[in-house]
């Protein structure tokens, strides 16, 4: 996953989050790949950081509250990105995404 990090899927998959904001689904299959992603992979969470992932993962759990399946890729998204990382950690209580997770 560093090679595909590198190669820029990071910063592809944040795009799809904020180009296609309205579709549950995209928004489902962005969660995903973040998890993906970010699972065990210090460059790629930092690559997250830097292009607003967390930013991007709390948006959509925010609009689509309604989606069970938004809500839980989302939710591992998350996970994976702050996990053993503190500065998402920060980023996730400062932009509201403890708060999307528990509603």
């Known amino acids: ?3 595909v990090g590198r190669a820029g899927a990071v910063e592809a998959v944040v795009a799809a989050l904020r180009a296609h904001a309205g579709s549950a689904g995209v928004q489902e299959q962005a969660c995903c790949a973040l998890r993906s992603l970010a699972a065990n992979n210090d460059e790629n969470k ?3 950081r830097t292009v607003g992932a967390v930013e991007a993962v709390a948006a959509a759990m925010h609009t689509h509250t309604g989606s069970a399946d ?3 890729q989302a939710c591992w998204a998350l996970h994976s990105l702050a ?3 503190d500065e998402n950690k ?3 209580r400062t932009v509201g995404a403890v708060e999307a997770v528990a509603a």
Do not use: E, M
Request: proline fraction near 0%.
């Open 83 to 85: 996990a053993n990382n």
């Open 46 to 48: 930092t690559r997250a």
């Open 90 to 92: 920060t980023r996730a």
């Open 1 to 3: 996953l560093d090679r």
């Open 70 to 72: 938004v809500q839980g």
